[in-house]
């Protein structure tokens, strides 16, 4: 069963999110093809559910997020849970590391990387690599390279933005790359 084709569109609402709509045919049919890419796009695009001992970003809230369907997703029907934990950056300061905290980037290469391993796990993709760099002071970019087998199937490039009006926020996610995007 394939996925249908989600495309960015560019116009964002608000300052965390971003708009993914269906890709039309030229006859008004759904596109199926680039299912990796779409699945991909969902795992880094939504929430997961926070761990227990997670620091959430609003220290006034216990709000862990994550999908109501992952409850019994595994025993259901084989799944994982869905999403990244990129959302609990949202408020969080760019760091470089220290005793108490792990250093932003490598965060952003844990989260993303969490977010891919299921498709590694159950042989959907060969293998991945995430590479985080800060590009300036308040942003954040990531480089997502999926493999099937040898062949690069997806190379995306996943930007996490820090807003200086509000202070540490977080603008979640713009995705560009290898991908036919219209």
Same mark, same amino acid.
């Given at each position: 069963?394939?996925?249908?084709?989600?495309?960015?569109?560019?116009?964002?609402?608000?300052?965390?999110?971003?708009?993914?709509?269906?890709?039309?045919?030229?006859?008004?049919?759904?596109?199926?093809?680039?299912?990796?890419?779409?699945?991909?796009?969902?795992?880094?695009?939504?929430?997961?559910?926070?761990?227990?001992?997670?620091?959430?970003?609003?220290?006034?809230?216990?709000?862990?997020?994550?999908?109501?369907?992952?409850?019994?997703?595994?025993?259901?029907?084989?799944?994982?849970?869905?999403?990244?934990? &990129?959302?609990?950056?949202?408020?969080?300061?760019?760091? =470089?590391?220290?005793?108490? !905290?792990? +250093?932003? *980037?490598?965060?952003?290469?844990?989260?993303?990387?969490?977010?891919?391993?299921?498709?590694?796990?159950?042989?959907?993709?060969?293998?991945?690599?995430?590479?985080?760099?800060?590009?300036?002071?308040?942003?954040?970019?990531?480089?997502?390279?999926?493999?099937?087998?040898?062949?690069?199937?997806?190379? &995306?490039?996943?930007?996490?933005?820090?807003?200086?009006? =509000?202070?540490?926020?977080? !603008?979640? +996610?713009? *995705?560009?790359?290898?991908?036919?995007?219209?």
């Amino acid at each position: 069963m394939t996925d249908v084709r989600l495309v960015q569109s560019g116009v964002f609402p608000y300052q965390w999110e971003v708009s993914v709509d269906w890709f039309l045919l030229n006859d008004g049919t759904l596109d199926s093809t680039q299912d990796l890419a779409t699945a991909v796009i969902v795992a880094l695009g939504t929430d997961r559910l926070a761990d227990a001992g997670d620091t959430l970003p609003d220290p006034d809230s216990s709000d862990r997020r994550g999908w109501w369907g992952d409850m019994d997703a595994a025993a259901v029907w084989n799944g994982w849970p869905i999403g990244s934990r &990129l959302w609990l950056l949202r408020r969080a300061k760019i760091l =470089t590391g220290g005793a108490s !905290q792990p +250093p932003t *980037l490598k965060l952003v290469e844990d989260y993303i990387a969490e977010a891919i391993q299921p498709f590694i796990d159950r042989f959907i993709a060969s293998r991945f690599e995430v590479v985080a760099e800060r590009v300036d002071t308040q942003r954040i970019q990531a480089l997502i390279r999926i493999y099937r087998g040898p062949e690069l199937a997806i190379d &995306l490039r996943y930007q996490v933005l820090w807003d200086d009006i =509000t202070p540490q926020g977080l !603008q979640l +996610p713009y *995705l560009s790359g290898n991908l036919p995007f219209p």
